[in-house]
């Protein structure tokens, strides 16, 4: 192993570093100090998130955020899957990897309207399934390419093993690469959970009488602007996504397996 540069010559680096980790998340910090700051500007206070739990609205859109995260986080992923596996198994690829894509490349507020129309020609009021839908179709290119990422890592020798020893296709799928990707979909379902956390633009179109957290935010900055309860509610919208992120990367520990043990299992 190589030594690492000196200090004397590797402090640009870590300046670049420093200075882009201080772009991305010193603006989050003013929201979290404002949150836990007492009546008086000095003292440290949790009265701000006690307050939350007494508003009528404020439970409801957490309900419904909850609600349509679980979903999006279990729907997402199985179609992530089917995408992945399609576009290595059929015979254009990059077709069907630019169609997965096309969403990231829409404007927000174009996709919400557009979603919005199609549910009206189909007569579907605005619900949660409205909701899930649309948050479903903007999470999907993302889990997409987290399941490709983690495809490519997998050696198909292990799947020629298995069908040495017999095994199906489906067979070999379930019981070797499965398990290996596995990583790679709960990675997918807790990106997509996030995003729908964090989702505004295309949700306020289709929301119709039901709040998320996020669109309940964004309404009433419109009305009444910033306010401590925001500050609040801002908090736990992050702290709710730095769980999120450090639970998946507890979890998502590599699994070492040999051709031996894919061809015992396929044996059994």
Do not use: C
């Amino acid at each position: 192993m190589q030594p690492g540069l000196p200090l004397s010559r590797s402090w640009p680096m870590w300046l670049i570093i420093g200075t882009t980790l201080a772009f991305l998340y010193m603006p989050l910090f003013p929201a979290l100090l404002l949150s836990v700051r007492g009546e008086g500007g000095e003292e440290f206070s949790l009265s701000r998130f006690q307050e939350l739990w007494r508003v009528p609205l404020v439970m409801n859109a957490l309900r419904t955020t909850a609600a349509v995260a679980l979903a999006v986080g279990l729907i997402t992923p199985i179609l992530g899957l089917l995408a992945a596996l399609s576009i290595r198994e059929l015979r254009m690829p990059r077709l069907i990897l630019l169609i997965m894509l096309l969403p990231l490349f829409i404007p927000g507020v174009s996709m919400g309207l557009a979603s919005a129309f199609l549910f009206r020609v189909l007569e579907l009021p605005a619900s949660l399934p409205t909701m899930v839908i649309v948050q479903v179709v903007w999470a999907l290119p993302f889990a997409t390419l987290i399941i490709l990422t983690v495809m490519s890592t997998f050696d198909p020798a292990y799947l020629e093993a298995a069908y040495i020893s017999g095994a199906s296709k489906w067979r070999a799928f379930r019981d070797i690469e499965f398990p290996l990707i596995a990583p790679g979909i709960f990675g997918a379902a807790s990106f997509s959970t996030i995003i729908s956390l964090n989702e505004t633009v295309r949700t306020s179109v289709v929301q119709g009488p039901w709040n998320t957290i996020p669109t309940y935010i964004w309404s009433t900055y419109k009305q009444v602007g910033l306010s401590p309860a925001l500050y609040a509610l801002m908090t736990l919208v992050i702290l709710s996504t730095v769980v999120l992120a450090g639970t998946y990367l507890l979890l998502n520990r590599p699994k070492k397996v040999s051709t031996f043990d894919v061809i015992e299992e396929s044996a059994l």
